[in-house]
């Protein structure tokens, strides 16, 4: 699986687009929110309040969550600005990167209505305009000039790998991690997170100004157990359907065996010591959070309360994983996955609290 | 008509995009070429050989002409690097700006590729990496942060307008300007390009560095006549092709009579005039060339000479010139229309030595 050409939020704006269907994506910006604040303040005064200031939003998917965050840097400071006393708004360039395969141009076509919106939540009326441009890539590489960031942000994208593990046993009857995954398969993914996110710190190195900051929020873990529920259950979910199928001879085995999910989610131990070992970074704060299954939930349909939590995390889920899912696996059998993967998800979730771990990470370019 | 909802080349890759029908656009790139070689070796030397250099190419469309650009950019500035004997490459930033219903998409996804292409491509292993991002957005709003762009690029795209010009009388019967637009319709279209251009100076005056560059090609005409036969035979020809359906009853005469192409091709003497009139620019070189018709002619057609040139010509007018057509008048006649406008060009092609002419001017910011 080549993943810089195969993952992607669902795109355009449909009943299983990531548009429609990225709620809790959006609870976890609001709840990390404060964090970003005092970042942000922390880089104005420190930066003796510049007249430019230049934002990346890493993995900015496509829908309202992408200028959703777009709009908060801006509105955030312009407060602050306003906090300190300063007269004159800086220029804001924002930078939302995504791989080559998200949905542009539908953040593109909402760009006009999110500028108007902006100028009339905006605490005055000085503000400058806000500059915002695309950049195609994975964050596994460099995507800017070398030291012209200020500000990194990226939520929910960093526990995504660049590639599949290298593994040597097959991670029999999983796609992600599990309890019976083989301790090789476990190292394999515990080393690729370790070995991309050091990539990823390396390259925002060259790219930012001393004393810039980086937000990070990663789908994450609180046990020191890669393979803990609390991270692993939601794939678990999706594992189970995909075997009902082989045993139903829907699906071939061997197709089974050779999926797997590419992506890692660290504990803070995990983050933090990255960040020390690549070094160019300091840590202001590291905090784990937790974000319920049913965040994604609304009041739209007209289900039973059971339903609609099934529903929508299940949609939520496929606007996710469905591009993954349907490389792999081709396009005969993907209602069908999606059919079985939201029924266990509203049985698991009428049957226990279900919940996310979120490991935010807030720290300053040294140097 | 709200030109930056509507105005965009035909998107993908299909029969009629523009990314399959620009081969006129790409001759009229290449023959600007050394006039960019000199702005940008012009301006690398005045400023004294910078680290970095950020360059936007304005209207850039979708398509190979899109990525044929960047790549040239970046081998001109490499091989200047080598002439003066420079070692260090300086990293290149290119925006890539059209408006938001241009499909970026489409370029993004080539993008890798093309990075691939260029590293093959470049006189010395040694060069930066090139970075690439999208900006959506008027180029007659502002679109980058105060005084950071070095060069700056547009080719084909300044000609069309903001809007359609405000007009007291109809312009009955054409579609552009023609001999028979009444005084009043022809001082409309030249106060909106005036206008027009004017405001695109003064916000890339606001975004230029002092010493920057800028080389801009318009669709334009030699004669001081704007309804000239070199720059409005071409939309004569589609204004025909209306003209006749409506003499048979397939669309209503006001239909026709309220649809006017947003486009106004200059003189060198009006595009000097703005430049002079706004100030913040000297112009190095104005130069005029022609392009013939049959530019845009390939030979991976099994049809005859004639029928190919009008095919061609036909597809690339279409490519930029449906979306246009189709919101005015609907889907249900657009075959229709593009099919005798084909027939036209066909015939026309036949009988004379078309071409379009267009005007280049090449000036650096001062002050």
Same mark, same amino acid.
């Given at each position: ?6 993952? %992607? ?29 005092? $970042? ?5 005064? $420190?930066? /003796? ?8 939003d ?11 965050v ?30 080559? %395969? ?14 108007? /919106? ?31 960031? %200020?500000?990194? #942000?990226s ?15 097959t ?8 309890? =019976?995954?083989?301790? *090789? ?17 390396? #390259? ?12 990070? =929020? ?21 594992? =189970?359907?995909?075997?009902?199928? &082989? ?33 160019s ?13 049913? $965040? *994604?939930?609304? /009041? /739209? ?14 949609? *939520?889920?496929r606007?996710? $994983? ?5 490389? %792999? ?7 069908? &996955?999606?059919?079985? #993967?939201?029924?266990?998800?509203k ?11 979120? &490991? ?8």
């Amino acid at each position: 699986m080549d993943v810089a050409q195969v993952l %992607h939020m669902n795109g355009g704006d449909g009943d299983y687009s990531y548009s429609n269907n990225s709620l809790l994506q959006r609870k976890v910006i609001s709840m990390t929110k404060p964090i970003i604040d005092e $970042a942000l303040a922390n880089l104005y005064s $420190a930066m /003796n309040f510049p007249k430019t200031l230049i934002m990346a939003d890493l993995g900015c998917s496509s829908g309202p969550n992408t200028l959703l965050v777009a709009s908060e840097l801006v509105k955030s400071v312009d407060k602050i600005r306003q906090k300190f006393g300063n007269d004159e708004s800086p220029e804001i360039q924002i930078y939302l990167n995504d791989l080559p %395969h998200n949905d542009f141009n539908t953040i593109f076509l909402s760009m006009s209505k999110f500028q108007k /919106n902006l100028t009339n939540q905006m605490v005055s009326n000085s503000s400058s305009p806000c500059y915002i441009s695309g950049v195609p890539g994975s964050f596994y590489t460099r995507l800017f000039l070398s030291k012209s960031i %200020h500000f990194v #942000y990226s939520s929910y994208s960093l526990m995504w790998l660049s590639r599949v593990p290298k593994m040597i046993n097959t991670n029999k009857n999983n796609i992600y991690l599990s309890t =019976t995954s083989p301790p *090789c398969v476990i190292k394999a993914y515990r080393e690729q997170f370790q070995s991309d996110f050091l990539t990823f710190l390396k #390259y925002r190195a060259e790219e930012m100004v001393s004393g810039g900051r980086m937000v990070l =929020t990663i789908l994450g873990r609180q046990s020191d157990d890669p393979c803990s529920k609390e991270c692993c259950y939601v794939w678990d979910l999706l594992a =189970t359907s995909l075997k009902d199928m &082989v045993a139903e001879g829907l699906i071939e085995e061997e197709k089974l065996d050779s999926f797997n999910i590419p992506q890692y989610t660290p504990n803070p131990k995990e983050v933090s010591n990255e960040v020390e070992k690549e070094g160019s970074f300091v840590i202001d704060c590291l905090e784990v959070s937790e974000v319920n299954w049913d $965040a *994604c939930t609304d /009041n /739209n349909l007209n289900l039973s309360k059971e339903d609609v939590q099934g529903y929508n995390m299940g949609k *939520c889920m496929r606007a996710v $994983a469905e591009p993954l899912v349907l490389s %792999h696996f081709g396009d005969s059998i993907i209602e069908e &996955v999606f059919k079985r #993967y939201t029924d266990n998800i509203k049985i698991s979730m009428s049957g226990e609290k279900t919940k996310l771990v979120n &490991v935010t990470v807030s720290m300053t370019r040294i140097g």
